[in-house]
């Protein structure tokens, strides 16, 4: 076993420089959150749905389209009658490289991508170093549903799909294990497939590495704002507000309704087993902790939110390590929404804020539960950021640097052992 805690902001003085020369591992991206385009099918054909252009020309009816009905007797998911969804790109980057789903298709890599998300990553390595890294053939993504819990992921396909182009990767990259990089949801959803779908011998085949960036392993705090009253900054609205500008005020109730049907949501809300009796709610009436929340959706007047919240909490229960070397990349240092005090509007209006530490998205709490497999039988190292928020663990340098080392040199960056060509963490 090995075993490194390291906090990047110190190990940053030890080396200035390192100098790779072969690459040796293919690349899987997985996604996070919102992050996978989503078509819908219509009389010409499928056209963008999230982020696309009806969303802009339609808000309410483009929302409505994305929710989920959810059957409580089943336990599942399906789309509104007569709506056919599905995500695209997969086994590519472009689709993940940037967010806008142009029903003109852009010409991959040719230019600079509206609304960029694994843009800056994949361009580095397919420049870096060419004779290795290809897009569609050594780096790849995986984008899924993002509205989906694991469980149904794994009902749709999508993980024995994950599972052979992984093995295509490895025969394309030479027989070369794959690495695999996951930001933010994308974190436990392929925690899952790790746990769940595939034996320690196929891992043992195939992986050589699992790099989670600010693994939403708990959740993130603002997803429990986000189902209560529609939080502003979560990822649907800020892509929205970029897209299309002007957004009415009434948005934010519509919002809070499509997200109150997304089961992966669900996931994300804060776990009683991290948090505890940590107040995490106040109302004028009460406080809620994440034990309570069968309490909190009724006062909400959202009952099945708590039947769709105990059909998802079994999800990763434990957090169990996925035995395959892990290197835990996360931001910390950022102000990060942490507990939220209604007034007497509850839960149709806005909270105030009460910030903790983490990436501005997912807490630190909840970044840190990967220290739980630091006893592992395969190597772990835990590597923080500091000041590098949620979104700029996508493209910024230092992480670049440090996923560069992984790949190419089969370690992560230790007090001995550095990855970094510049110095600053905040590209």
Known sequence: ????????????????????????????????????????????GWRGLWLGLKLCLNVNSALKDLSLVFNPATGRYQNQP??????SGFGDTCKTEYLFADPIEQGCGKQRPIIPYFYTMVKYFVEQYPQYYKRGVTIRAAPYDWRLAQDQLQASGYYSSVQSLIEIMYRDGGNAKVTI???????????????????????????????PLSGAWSGGNAALEAVISGHESLSLYFFLRILCFDLPPSLQLALRSATRTFPSVSTLLPKPSVWGNTVLVKTPNRCYTANDYEALFADMNHPLGFEMYTSTSIINEGFPAPNVPVFCFYGTDVPTPETFIYDSGFPNT?????????????????????????NQTQPFQNVTFPGVTHGEM??????????????????GPTSSSMVMRHCSLYY
């Open 1 to 44: 076993m090995r075993v490194a805690l390291v906090t990047f902001a110190t190990a940053v003085m030890v080396l200035r420089a390192v100098v790779f020369t072969e690459a040796r591992s293919p690349i899987l991206i997985v996604p996070g959150l919102t992050a996978s385009q989503l078509y819908k099918k219509g009389p010409l």
């Open 82 to 87: 007569g709506v056919d969804i599905r995500t």
């Open 181 to 211: 990089v996951a930001h933010s949801m994308g974190g436990p959803v392929s925690l899952f497939f790790l746990n769940n779908v595939v034996t320690q011998q196929w891992k043992d085949t195939y992986i050589n590495a699992f790099i």
């Open 350 to 374: 806005f909270p105030l804020v009460v910030n903790g530490s983490g990436d501005g998205t997912v807490n630190l709490l909840s970044s840190e539960v990967c220290l739980n497999w630091a």
């Open 394 to 411: 996508v493209s910024n340098k230092a992480v670049l640097r440090a996923i560069e080392n992984i790949l190419l040199n089969g370690n």
